[in-house]
């Protein structure tokens, strides 16, 4: 399911090697070969603070990203694990209510 959606997502778009991505991102899981990918994973951080560093992570989460890690590269056998943080800007969605009818 997904890697349907995410060829249908390549299919849609407007780039010109597209045809080169789809061949790259077989339809089957079972045909996807972990050596042939590099893996990235994305922390999110908000931009207005500055950009952390491993280190700034907090320990059980560096635990978890450990064992991801580990289990990305010896299981499922991928080429390459990347850690990247990528800045976000932080927005607070509230819903709109009408105020209380005073009695």
Same mark, same amino acid.
């Given at each position: 399911?997904?890697?349907? &959606?995410?060829?249908?997502?390549? %299919?849609?778009?407007?780039?010109?090697?597209?045809?080169?991505?789809?061949?790259?991102?077989?339809?089957?899981? &079972? &045909?996807? =070969?972990? %050596?042939?990918?590099?893996?990235?994973?994305?922390?999110?951080?908000?931009?207005?603070?500055?950009?952390?560093?491993?280190?700034?992570?907090?320990?059980?989460? %560096?635990? &978890?990203?450990?064992?991801?890690?580990?289990?990305?590269?010896?299981?499922?056998?991928?080429?390459?694990? =990347?850690?990247?943080f990528v800045p976000v800007q932080i927005k607070q969605y509230t819903t709109a209510r009408p105020p209380k009818a005073a009695a």
């Open positions: 399911m997904f890697l349907t &959606e995410i060829r249908r997502h390549i %299919q849609a778009g407007p780039c010109a090697e597209r045809d080169k991505y789809l061949a790259y991102i077989k339809p089957k899981i &079972e &045909e996807i =070969v972990g %050596q042939d990918y590099r893996v990235c994973l994305w922390l999110l951080y908000d931009k207005a603070d500055q950009e952390p560093s491993k280190m700034d992570i907090p320990l059980i989460a %560096q635990y &978890e990203l450990k064992l991801m890690h580990d289990h990305l590269k010896r299981v499922c056998k991928f080429r390459d694990i =990347v850690l990247r």
